[in-house]
């Protein structure tokens, strides 16, 4: 395989079960496997169909789960580019990889449920009390490991590389190390991928316990938070301009209350400026790059910097930048995610998932009062079946809950419980 690149070495490369990957003749690099195994894969495929903002399906051109993946994966390509040609740190012989950075911000986002971050609350205030807690990112990492094939004997993970799993890794910190957090943790169970992020179990004693492992990322992993960053705080921003939410009154009413921080009447007066002369799509688009331009790459003292340079260096944003990144998500999250007409789609998307979630909960729990209908596909019924604990039982079903697209979601919740809805032609 090529590996012609200094800036990584034989602990990047190592694979979780390490077992070997490709073919003999296989001219791809240990980072274009795991970005082609993502790429290709049926769990990245549903984010189509997944809420970004707006519900998909709802329109036809605001972004899906699956767009903003791929335009995060391009601000990823374009910042690896930047850092290349600014830093004095990298060269041709020694650089951040591209394939790497772009098959960790298309993984980014695969482990989010259908209805965006209203159902990955549901799914929280599901499973937090009893059965180890929801979180997005601890889904994603749960998937590359544990679930995204199929397979006759069950399912299994993709044997990822050290570098592309530790770069989904946002957050560090277990769930039984944060109790009452509602986000921002990977579940107990994923321990052990923790722990080979880190190389050994030494290893990862080195680094800090719960919230503050967080901060611990990689520098891809960095990247591709930015890039994140970048696309939420900018594209976003671009959906709610052209559904409607965002409008001249409510922006300058929300700047008003808002007036404590300096800079946010001069982004309104910019905002409404750019409504006004209908150059949302061109000034957004030059926003991207000053977004790039404002991450520098430098040295860092880190417990792990001696195993990999990934840890070695980080990266750094311009701070005006970065605060300005945060109004605009401010706005979206006042004016957009909790506008009325958003806040009735995540009632309807709670209501759904809560009502399959204790559906299949009572009829997979073996109790005579229980229905025993198998209400799952064959490969899920048969592992919840087989599952020996409630507690395993509820994250498989927790686990194929999360993979439905929203669209599928409404069908399985309408096949279920509207005796109107015509069966036959749906199946």
């Known amino acids: 395989m090529l590996t012609a690149n200094s800036f990584y070495n034989d602990f990047d490369y190592q694979t979780f079960d390490d077992s070997p990957r490709g073919g003999q003749t296989d001219y791809r690099t240990p980072f274009m496997l795991d970005r082609d195994r993502i790429l290709y894969a049926s769990a990245f495929r549903r984010l189509q169909a997944k809420t970004q903002v707006f519900l998909s399906g709802e329109y036809d051109f605001y972004r899906t789960r699956l767009t903003h993946s791929l335009e995060v994966a391009q601000i990823g390509r374009s910042l690896c580019h930047s850092l290349r040609h600014s830093s004095e740190i990298l060269s041709p012989e020694r650089f951040i990889d591209i394939d790497l950075v772009e098959g960790i911000c298309l993984a980014h986002d695969i482990g989010h449920p259908p209805f965006g971050h209203a159902g990955e609350r549901a799914l929280h205030d599901l499973m937090r009390h009893d059965y180890g807690g929801f979180e997005g990112n601890a889904q994603t990492l749960r998937i590359l490991t544990k679930t995204l094939y199929k397979r006759s004997d069950g399912r299994a993970g993709m044997n990822p590389s050290r570098a592309l799993l530790d770069g989904v890794l946002k957050y560090k910190a277990l769930f039984s190390e944060v109790p009452g957090a509602a986000n921002k943790f990977v579940y107990d169970e994923s321990r052990p991928a923790l722990v080979f992020a880190a190389g050994t179990e030494g290893s990862f004693s080195k680094l800090p316990t719960g919230r503050a492992r967080n901060s611990h990322q990689s520098v891809e992993c960095q990247i591709m938070d930015w890039a994140d960053d970048t696309a939420y705080s900018l594209n976003d921003m671009l959906d709610g301009i052209n559904a409607g939410f965002l409008q001249e009154d409510r922006l300058r009413k929300w700047g008003e209350r808002e007036a ?19 150059k949302s799509e061109a000034r957004f688009s030059r926003k991207i790059g000053q977004y790039l331009s404002a991450c520098q790459l430098e040295e860092r003292d880190h417990p792990l910097a001696e195993r990999s340079n990934r840890y070695r260096y980080g990266v750094t944003i311009n701070a005006a930048v970065r605060h300005e990144s945060e109004i605009f998500k401010r706005i979206a999250r006042d004016l957009v995610f909790r506008s009325p007409p958003l806040q009735q789609l995540e009632l309807k998307g709670r209501e759904i998932l809560s009502r399959l979630f204790h559906t299949f909960m009572e009829s997979y729990s073996g109790k005579e009062t229980s229905s025993g209908f198998r209400l799952t596909p064959p490969d ?48």
Not at 260 to 278: A, K, M, P, Y
Not at 401 to 416: E, N
């Open 260 to 278: 404590v921080d300096s800079e946010v009447g001069t982004i309104i007066d910019w905002l409404i400026d750019t409504i006004r002369q209908g």
């Open 380 to 427: 899920y019924d048969q592992a919840i079946r087989s599952a020996s604990t409630e507690f395993d039982r509820a994250r498989l079903i927790c686990d194929y809950l999360a993979g439905m697209t929203d669209s599928f979601a409404v069908r399985v919740h309408r096949r279920l419980f509207d005796p109107t809805y015509n069966v036959i032609t749906d199946l």
